[in-house]
Nanobody, 127 residues
Framework: QVQLVESGGGLVQAGGSLTLSCVVS????????VGWFRQAPGKEREFVAV????????KYADSVEGRFTITRDNNKNTVYLQMNSLKFEDTAVYSC????????????????????WGQGTQVTVSS
């Protein structure tokens, strides 16, 4: 059974930084894309970043472009989201997702499919 566990969230002041981790178990991720999503209270889920299986392709939502960086370490079955220059509006629950044939999203002009999700980690940015 595939399991995704996020960590690294917390409370940070505006302008600060956090790095989120997504550890995947039950499946090797080295042939799969991984995405990061976020959802704030009362808002729809937002697809914020994705990285291809090799790490050679990364895409970002306009809202985080230039501030967030997604990377992966296939040897550790882990994907990271480095978040810099955090803003109050970045406050949300951040979840990672593993490529799979269940839900389709579009980012960077192409479609990405995801099939497994983590429970998420809370990021709160104080203004």
């Amino acid at each position: 059974q595939v399991q995704l566990v996020e960590s690294g969230g917390g409370l940070v002041q505006a302008g600060g930084s956090l790095t989120l981790s997504c550890v995947v178990s039950g499946r090797t991720i080295n042939t799969l894309a991984v995405g990061w999503f976020r959802q704030a209270p009362g808002k729809e889920r937002e697809f914020v970043a994705v990285i291809s299986w090799s790490g050679g392709t990364t895409k970002y939502a306009d809202s985080v472009e230039g501030r967030f960086t997604i990377t992966r370490d296939n040897n550790k079955n882990t994907v990271y989201l480095q978040m810099n220059s955090l803003k109050f509006e970045d406050t949300a629950v951040y979840s990672c997702a593993l490529e799979g044939p269940v839900e389709r999203y579009v980012l960077g002009g192409r479609a990405w499919w995801f099939g497994s999700w983590g429970q998420g980690t809370q990021v709160t940015v104080s203004s």
